[in-house]
């Protein structure tokens, strides 16, 4: 069974930074591209960043490139999100969600979703 | 970059009756593989989102068959034939072709 669980969530003061983690299992994690997904409180849903299965590539939206970057660690089945220069407008919840497979295309992307982490920035 | 528009917004719905949200986007959205990546998601108050459709009209196991998605190109729709209580919560609609992009969402409430 697909699980996915975010940590690292918190209250940041504007300019700081945040590093936000997903513990996968119930899946090969090594064959499975990654995003995160974000929703300002009462808000829509905005796509924030991509990193292929191998790792190869990452994508990101134009609201946070140069900000956040998209790692992975294969040895602890865990997707990072590195957030840097926070911004009133980055306060959300950052949901995980898991691509299709690399290596042999399903059409399970963004099928599963981990339950999301608050990020709050306030002074 | 891809630019989707939903609408409506807000979509009062009496029980029973049938409800359509639109999706439309700035660029085609046929992929290079022929395929097309318009997906819809239902999102209620607390919850995750959860994909209800993907490639535009393929329904995920689960999905109760009132729900249909339809379109081509730039246009697409979904439709619940008769909606029913457990379907309030907001829809939106992603496109996977050129990286990703969601729509703004659609409030479904029951009248």
């Known amino acids: 069974q697909v699980h996915l669980v975010e940590s690292g969530g918190g209250v940041v003061q504007p300019g700081g930074s945040l590093r936000l983690s997903c513990a996968a299992s119930?899946?090969?994690?090594?064959?499975?591209?990654m995003h995160w997904v974000r929703q300002a409180p009462g808000k829509g849903l905005e796509w924030v960043a991509f990193?292929?299965?191998?790792?190869?590539?990452?994508y990101y939206a134009d609201s946070v490139k140069g900000r956040f970057t998209i790692s992975r660690d294969y040895s602890k089945n865990t997707v990072f999100l590195g957030m840097n220069n926070l911004r009133t407008e980055d306060t959300a919840v950052y949901y995980c969600?898991?691509?299709?497979?690399?290596?042999?295309?399903?059409?399970?992307?963004?099928?599963?979703w981990g339950q999301g982490t608050l990020v709050t920035i306030s002074s | 970059d891809v630019v989707i528009t939903q609408s409506p917004l807000s979509l009062p719905v009496t029980l029973g009756q049938p409800a359509s949200i639109s999706c439309r986007s700035s660029?085609?959205?046929?992929?290079?593989?022929?395929?097309?990546?318009l997906n819809w998601f239902h999102q209620r108050p607390g919850q995750s989102p959860r994909r209800l459709i993907y490639?535009?009209?393929n329904r995920d196991s689960g999905v109760p068959d009132r729900f249909s998605g339809s379109g081509s190109g730039t246009d697409f729709t979904l439709k619940i034939s008769r909606v029913e209580a457990e379907d309030v919560g907001v829809y939106y609609c992603?496109?996977?072709?050129?990286?990703?992009?969601f729509g703004q969402g659609t409030k479904l409430e029951i009248k």
């Open positions: 119930g899946f090969q994690f090594s064959a499975y591209g």
């Open positions: 992603l496109q996977g072709t050129q990286l990703w992009s």
């Open positions: 990193i292929r299965h191998d790792g190869s590539n990452k």
């Open positions: 660029q085609s959205l046929i992929y290079s593989d022929g395929n097309t990546y």
């Open positions: 969600v898991r691509d299709s497979n690399g290596y042999y295309y399903d059409d399970e992307y963004f099928h599963h």
């Open positions: 490639k535009v009209s």
